[in-house]
């Protein structure tokens, strides 16, 4: 993984550069997003390594997709990973190019752990919280866990926010103990 992100960093670095200059940058993200997961389709059904699969072929299968037609930049991109052979790193190269869109548009993703399912105004006063405290856009991503028994548990990066039950009862008994 650590190879792959090094491989990765320099083809995510140049396509967000041209991303940004060409005012592409979001139509970018979804079709890396899209690509890449097609590279991981093609990687189980072990089309990747096929060798009676030539670039021609691999590359249709990549640009099968309307939308990828329509995106110079990332057919170009994909024209390049196809003949250096780097095809597999579409999935390292969406999740880098995803960190520095996230950072030039001032956006933070927060993971919200709560007991039960969060309804959309719950999430709504959350990220609306959230961004006005830390002066960014919030992209929760939500998930349930009943182990917390009510209350929610945030992270923000390496910064935890604790307000679950469980939490607190964990934090009574160190206090007893």
Known sequence: MHENLTYS?????????????????????????????VAEALKKLEVLND?????????ELFLHDQKTHRNILIENLLRLLVHNKRFKLLPE????????????EKILVVKVTSAFELTPSQKQKISEKLAKRLQHKIELECFVDKKLIGGALIKIGDKIIDGSILGKLQQLREQLL
Do not use: V
């Not at 190269?93 to 030039?104: G, K, S, T, V």
């Open 9 to 37: 960093r320099p083809y995510a670095n140049a396509i967000f550069a041209l991303a940004q200059k060409t005012q592409k940058l979001a139509e970018c993200q979804t079709a890396l997003f899209e690509l890449a997961a």
């Open 51 to 59: 060798p009676k699969i030539n670039r021609d072929q691999l590359l």
């Open 93 to 104: 190269i969406a999740m880098l190019y995803q960190d520095l869109y996230h950072e030039q």
